[in-house]
Structures are given as C-alpha cells and as structure tokens.
C-alpha cells in the first residue's frame, strides 16, 4: 500500500540535485587532518563521470553534515553523488529493493533489517579484504565485522555492511561540581561504582536519578541497562546467543543481569523518588535532578544523546560529564561498549559502489564530519584531537579502546520482545515482580 505513495530512493536521489558539488568545507590541505589519506585516495581513484546514488537516513542538520563529507568523496574521485532520504526510510528501502530499483548504496541503522535484505540477496558483498580491514583498523574491530556480517541468499556468510558513525550507550552522566564538593571520584571498576552508590547513601544523599517513561515505548531504557549488564557479566558470545534467543530469555545469564540491573533500581534509597517513581518518571525528565540544588541524584546512566534534555544553558564538560559505565575488574570481560549506528552496504555492485566503501576506510572521511558535530566514530586511525567537542572525543576514545563492540539488543530482537515484551517486562520487574517472573513471560513471547 505505501509503494503507491512513496518515490523509489533512487528517484528521490535524483530529484535531490545533480550533483553535491560545493566549497569544501576545510580547505584541503590546511589543519591537523590526514590529507595524505585524501591525496592517496584521489591518485588512486578517477571515476569522472560516473554516477553514485546513496540513500540513507540522515535528514534536516545530519543531511547537511553528511553531504560535507560526499563533497570530499566526489572532489577525490570525481563521481557524481546524489544523496536522499525519507522520513518512511525503513519502508522505502524494502520497496525500492523488491521493485527492482534500489540505490547504488544504502545506509541503515538496523543491522537486523540489512541482514534480512542480504538474505534476499539485495546485497553485495563487501570481502574478505574489507572484514580484515575493520578487524584491524577499528576498536574492537572483530566486533563490529561481526555486526555487518549477514547470511546471504546462498546460506553462506559474509561482510556485507561497513559500520560508519557510531553512538554510545555505556555513559554515566554527573555535575563535576556536585562530585567535587561530595569529594567523590569518578569510578573505574564496576566494584567502584556500587561502593560510590553506597557512599552516597551513607553521606545523606541520592545516588541515581531512573526514568523509564516514554509514552507508548515506556520500559526501552532499562533493556539498556540490562543489555549493559549483560556485556558485564557474561562473555560476548553470551550476549549474541540472548539475542538470537539460542539461550532463553529466561536462562540464569539473563535473570542475572536483571537482577544487575534491580541492585540499582529496585533500592528506595538509591533512586530519586523512590523504586516506585523509577516506572513514571519520564526519561527525557529523569536526568534533571543532577541539576537541582541541593543534588536530587549524582548520577544518571543514559546514551550520548540525553544532554539533549539538560536544562537549558548546561554546558558539557563543565555543568555536566560523563564517564565509562565501568567493567567489573573481578570478572576479567575487558572494556565492553553498548551502542548503535549506521552501516552502509552496496545495493548494485557498481565501480563507483566500491569506490565509496573504501574511501570509508579513509580517516579524513571520518575527520571531516567528526570535526563538526554529532560524530562518533571507532577508526583508530583519525585524530581525536580534531572533534567538535570534549565530549565527543571522549566519546571516540572510549569507542576506540573498547575491547568489545555490541549492538543495542532490543534493536536486534524481533519487534514482538524487542519493542514490545522486553519493554513491558522490565516495567513489570521495577514494579515487583521478580526477575525470573518477568523472563518466563517474555521468553513466552518469543516469535516461534
């Protein structure tokens, strides 16, 4: 019914506008960014003439920092790119690839849904050269091979998406200034943080703020603290086989996790308002007690994006930090990150195509986007001293010494638990009932 009303992505591209031909946005040459990786990159590469259409999900602010990245692609090789999206990208793509008149190249941040694409064999693979590349270059780069690593229509398994722009989940977010008057410092071991929270209480104050509500998506926050759990008690290959539902969703592994995550949660007096408050509280409100005075909470666990909802005129690094949601030393799991992000992957096997997947190998195409704003990336070959921001760099360097990568699970769940059942569950668990209870009810969910 929505192909009726949709354009193809490749349509959509091509009205975009002929080409993204504009003033580069820093002058080639000039600054502390690897323009020997753009110079090699464009001796090797002369594709004058040829044409690239890319379709993916950046749209408004996103789309005019991604297009300062194409600029530099198109200068370097000569290739015409035409970029779009849509608001319905999801549906799109589905459309234009069973119409037969998908893009050249396709950004998602589903790795679920590209895995289902490259199981109908709408998508070319990348090579073995490629995965090697990423294992080598990225931190934790076996992990994030593995992400872009699909079934094909043949059975067999292969790289078929490059991971290009990540985002952090595994942040604790607090006021420096409230910490420094407490005295208390930023914890390294996960053994740490829960004596800092048990500090806390003894000193007359409120360790976490916790906000689970969101409208209809109420309970989406507490599966990340339970997948967080799960990467901090479990080894990764653990954690895949949860998401595939290899091991129940009611195994002890995951009841554990739960639990891990009901030590903070389910205790009164270590969460602003109460247990009780933890299911109401809106989570765009729930960091806000950092922020009152005296503090209502000193810590709050949420992805990079929250700062969003501070208070108006919070300036990061100084009003706000974050840290790395610690490991426990105890348990010898290394530097584990939860997060999401974006993966490109060739829709037609083009020159251009492949031409695009390896100036992602390139650090200025990292450089050039993360040098403005909303850019993460885990290639260990950029400058970190060129972001946007204190905070992003952080962010970069704790992607970059992960030891291991994990895509958010929910996200790799089917839609039933993933965005339903898991996110019920856990409401249900912060209001009593017991951890195995709520594991039983959604592994009971589980598609069959």
């Known amino acids: 019914m929505k192909a009726k009303y949709l354009a193809s992505a490749a349509a959509l591209a091509l009205l975009a506008g002929p080409s993204l031909a504009q003033d580069l946005k820093f002058p080639v040459g000039e600054g502390a960014f690897n323009w020997d990786s753009y110079t090699a990159f464009d001796e090797a590469t002369n594709l004058e003439g040829q044409t690239l259409t890319i379709f993916g999900p950046w749209r408004g602010e996103d789309q005019v920092l991604v297009e300062s990245m194409l600029a530099y692609f198109e200068a370097a090789s000569g290739v015409d790119v035409s970029y779009s999206s849509s608001e319905g990208y999801e549906q799109q793509i589905i459309i234009d690839a069973e119409a037969g008149s998908p893009p050249d190249v396709a950004v998602l941040p589903q790795p679920g849904l590209i895995g289902d694409l490259a199981a109908k064999g709408f998508v070319v693979p990348l090579g073995d050269e490629t995965k090697a590349w990423l294992t080598e270059n990225y931190g934790a780069g076996a992990s994030w091979a593995a992400l ?3 079934k094909g229509a043949d059975g067999a398994e292969a790289l078929y998406a490059f991971p290009y ?3 952090v989940k595994s942040l604790v ?5 409230n910490f420094a008057d407490a005295g208390y410092e930023v914890p ?4 740490e943080l829960k004596a800092l929270t048990d500090q806390i209480v003894a000193d007359g104050g409120t360790p976490w703020c916790i906000g689970l509500g969101s409208g209809g998506a109420t309970g989406w926050p507490a599966t990340d603290w339970v997948e967080d759990m799960m990467l901090r008690t479990q080894s ?4 895949d086989k949860w998401v595939r539902n290899e091991i129940p969703f009611n195994d002890p592994a995951v009841i554990g996790a739960i639990e891990e995550f009901g030590w903070f949660a389910r205790n009164d007096a270590y969460v602003a308002g109460g ?5 109401s509280t809106d989570f765009r409100d729930s960091p806000k007690g950092l922020f009152s005075s005296p503090p209502q909470c000193y810590m709050h666990r949420q992805a990079s994006f929250i700062p969003s909802f501070f208070p108006e ?4 690094g100084t009003d706000a930090d974050f840290f790395y949601f610690p490991a426990y030393a105890e348990k010898d799991l290394g530097q584990p990150v939860l997060g999401a992000g974006t993966l490109a992957f060739m829709m037609k096997d083009t020159e251009a195509g492949r031409a695009f997947i390896e100036w992602l190998k390139t650090p200025i195409a990292h450089e050039v986007w993360m040098a403005q704003s909303g850019f993460v990336t885990p290639h260990k070959g950029v400058d970190a001293a060129l972001y946007g921001s204190d905070a992003l760099r952080k962010q970069g360097e704790i992607l970059a010494n992960a030891t291991t990568f994990r895509f958010d699970g ?3 769940m089917p839609g039933a638990v993933g965005a339903g059942s898991f996110w019920t569950g856990m409401v249900d668990y912060t209001g009593g009932k017991s951890a195995q209870e709520v594991a039983d009810t959604i592994q009971a969910s589980w598609p069959k």
Not at 313 to 316: A, D, K, V, W
């Open 173 to 177: 977010w607090y006021s420096p200034d």
């Open 148 to 150: 872009g690593t699909y």
């Open 188 to 191: 390294t071991t996960m053994e």
């Open 165 to 167: 722009k990540a985002d």
């Open 410 to 412: 929910s996200d790799l």
């Open 313 to 316: 005129g919070t300036e990061l």
């Open 275 to 279: 247990a009780a408050a933890v299911a």
């Open 236 to 239: 990764p290959d653990v954690y």
